[in-house]
Each structure stands twice: as structure tokens, then as C-alpha cells.
């Protein structure tokens, strides 16, 4: 009989759809070779989506899951062309919906189809869905035999659209890891993982954030599940309302990392940080751009900031930003953009804490 997993009836047999991520990958370790790739073929989006799956085989599975969400969006596409081309008055806002879902995949597909270089591993496709806002999981590297793993958490106005955006994010973080040490071999992770809010007005909630932490805190368990040899160093890094996401996929059960970074944060749903269920030993970090704009979010919303010395998380430094004229108080949006600029000293930082060495 096969397992369902909501209202759709699972066409592979024995799928753990409520099972941990743990039960996940015994259950696919039992599995033969020719059992497998069964299962890739005959249910990719399922495959694809499962914390406990190996990386090579989600990436597997999502790639012939990408290919034909490719293929409809086109068709959607050109359908809708030719309709507007026999009929008078505006283009559906849809159209252009799919216009840029197109343009957004194309990137994807350049960036996971491209050939691994001296100082790029190649790339797997951990998590896609068009569902909701979008969903892209894509690894730097593969973070099932890599020493260092670094899951980057993107948020506010994120989605499948700004993909590209956040690789580049990611991909300066690689480039920065490689700089510093030839020596060891880090995954870098682009998490598109949850329905970011798209507005200040929705980020003021914590309900993204809550259903965030819950994917975020089920994918790090994926990856210790997965885990090739011995234990590698895994960093969370929570971007604004990503970092709010990070706090809450903590506040509940273990978020098993070594290291969380929260930069440029609103507040991580907490007011000290010993009420993150963090392992012993675990490093907390945060940084906030003195120009960064989100310095004015009050604490009723996220609660304290992290920068704030009564949270307990060790502040390290960021370049200032852009000024700006906010209140007259040199303040800007720009500034809450910077952290990932070459040769900043966020940059650098966060290299050195990926690498298990802390802030300069």
C-alpha cells in the first residue's frame, strides 16, 4: 500500500512522510541501488524534498523535477503569448509572472549545470518547488563530505525570483572560505527553503518565521543524518529576517550546528541567548552594519537585537555602510545590503567563523 502524504497518494512504497529525518535515511540506506533509483524516477518531487536523502540523489531528483516544472512554465508561457498575441487590451500580470520564473530557472540551470573550477566545487540542487513563492535549495559543494558546511539564510522580499542574487551571496562566501584556506573543503548552502515574507508589514510577524525554523531546523537534522565520516562544522548564517528564522528553527527542539551567525537581525524571537536549544559548545554570533536601517526595528516586534550586549551573543565587526539620511540619524537600506561585499570586513568574518576559527 503506498503511503499518503496529505491528499496525494505516494506512488513510491514505504516512504517515512512523518517520519524524522534520522528514520528518513535509515529507511533509504535499506533501500537497493535498483530500489532507488526507482523511487527518483517515479516520484522526484517527493525524493527531492526529503531531509534524510542523500545530497547526490536529492540533486538527482530534483533536476528531473526541475526539467519538467521547466518545461510547463514554458509552455504556460508560450500558450499565453500566442493569446495575447489574437486578443486586444493588456498582458495578464501572470505572463509577466512567468517571465521572470523563467528567467530565474534559466539562472539556476547556468549555475548547477556549469563545470566545478579550481575554486568553485560543482553544484547540486538540494530542494525545488514553484509552490507558494518559490523554493530553491541549492549546495556549493557537496555538504555530505565537505569539512565545513554553511547554510545561508536569506530574508525578507526573497524568493524564487531573487535566486540569483542570493547564489551570488553564497558564491562570495566560497570565494572569500577559499581565500583564506586552501586546505579545507566547505559547502556553502543558498536556502530558499521557506515562503519569505515579501514586505516590512508581514515581516513585523513572527508566522513566516515560525514555519521557517521548522524546515531550517528539519534540513540541518538532514544533514547530520547524511553525513559521510566524520562530524563536519556546520554554521547557520541568518540574514535579517533569515536570522529570525534561524532563532525560532532553535527555540523549540536542538538545532544541531556549531555555529549561528545573525547579521543584519530585527530579533531572533528570544530575549537571551541560553534560550536557543543550541549543543554545548555552540557559537553565537551577530553583526549589524553601524548605517544598517534595521537597527530601528523596536524590540516588541523580534524582541532585543542580538548586537545588544544584555542578548549574550559575541558582536563582531562590520564596515559601516552606506550613510544614509534616515532621521537625520545616517541611516540606510543600502547599508543593510553590504555584508557581502568583496574584501568587507563581514566577509572576512564570516569566512573565519565557517572555518571553525571565530571572528577575526
Known amino acids: 500500500m503506498a503511503v499518503e502524504s496529505g491528499d496525494r497518494a505516494d506512488p513510491v512504497d514505504g516512504i517515512p512522510v512523518n517520519g524524522s529525518p534520522a528514520d528518513v535515511a535509515r529507511w533509504w540506506r535499506e533501500r537497493s541501488a535498483e530500489e532507488r533509483e526507482s523511487a527518483i524516477s517515479a516520484d522526484p518531487a517527493a525524493i ?3 531531509d534524510g536523502v542523500p545530497t547526490v540523489d536529492r540533486d538527482r531528483a530534483n533536476r528531473l523535477l526541475f526539467d519538467a516544472e521547466y518545461a510547463a512554465v514554458t509552455l504556460q508561457q508560450d500558450d499565453s503569448a500566442q493569446q495575447d498575441d489574437s486578443a486586444s487590451g493588456d498582458i495578464d500580470d501572470s505572463a509577466d509572472d512567468r517571465a521572470a520564473v523563467i528567467r530565474a530557472m534559466d539562472a539556476i540551470k547556468r549555475y548547477i549545470d556549469a563545470d566545478a573550477t579550481r575554486t568553485r566545487p560543482r553544484a ?55 581565500r583564506m584556506s586552501r586546505s579545507s573543503n566547505t559547502s556553502t548552502i543558498t536556502w530558499l527553503g521557506y515562503d519569505a515574507p515579501q514586505d516590512l508589514l508581514e515581516s513585523a510577524t513572527d508566522d513566516r518565521a515560525v514555519v521557517g525554523g521548522e524546515l531550517l531546523q528539519s534540513f540541518q537534522d538532514g544533514l547530520r543524518a547524511t553525513r559521510v565520516g566524520e562530524r563536519s562544522y556546520n554554521t547557520v548564517i541568518g540574514f ?121
Open 48 to 50: 527531492g524534498a526529503l
Open 240 to 360: 535579517s529576517y533569515g536570522s529570525t528564522v534561524a532563532g525560532h528553527a532553535a527555540d523549540v527542539e536542538l538545532l544541531d550546528v556549531d555555529a549561528v551567525v545573525f547579521v543584519g537581525s530585527p530579533g531572533v524571537g528570544v530575549d537571551h541567548v541560553s534560550e536557543l536549544q543550541l549543543p554545548e559548545g555552540c557559537r553565537v554570533y551577530a553583526t549589524t552594519a553601524e548605517n544598517d536601517v534595521i537597527r530601528l526595528t523596536p524590540d516588541f516586534i523580534h524582541g532585543p537585537q542580538p548586537i545588544d550586549e544584555e542578548f549574550g551573543a559575541t558582536v563582531f565587526e562590520s564596515d559601516p555602510g552606506a550613510d544614509g539620511e534616515w532621521f537625520t540619524i545616517g541611516l540606510s537600506t543600502e547599508a543593510h545590503s553590504q555584508y557581502w561585499n568583496v574584501d568587507s570586513d563581514s566577509l572576512r568574518n564570516f569566512a573565519a567563523i565557517i572555518l571553525g576559527r571565530g571572528p577575526l
Open 124 to 178: 547540486f540542487l538540494v530542494g525545488f518547488s514553484r509552490e507558494g513563492r518559490g523554493r530553491a535549495i541549492i549546495a556549493t559543494g557537496d555538504p555530505d563530505t565537505a569539512d565545513n558546511v554553511v547554510t545561508n539564510v536569506q530574508g525578507t522580499g526573497t524568493n524564487l525570483t531573487t535566486v540569483r542574487s542570493e547564489i551570488d551571496k553564497s558564491d562570495a562566501i566560497v570565494d572569500r572560505v577559499s
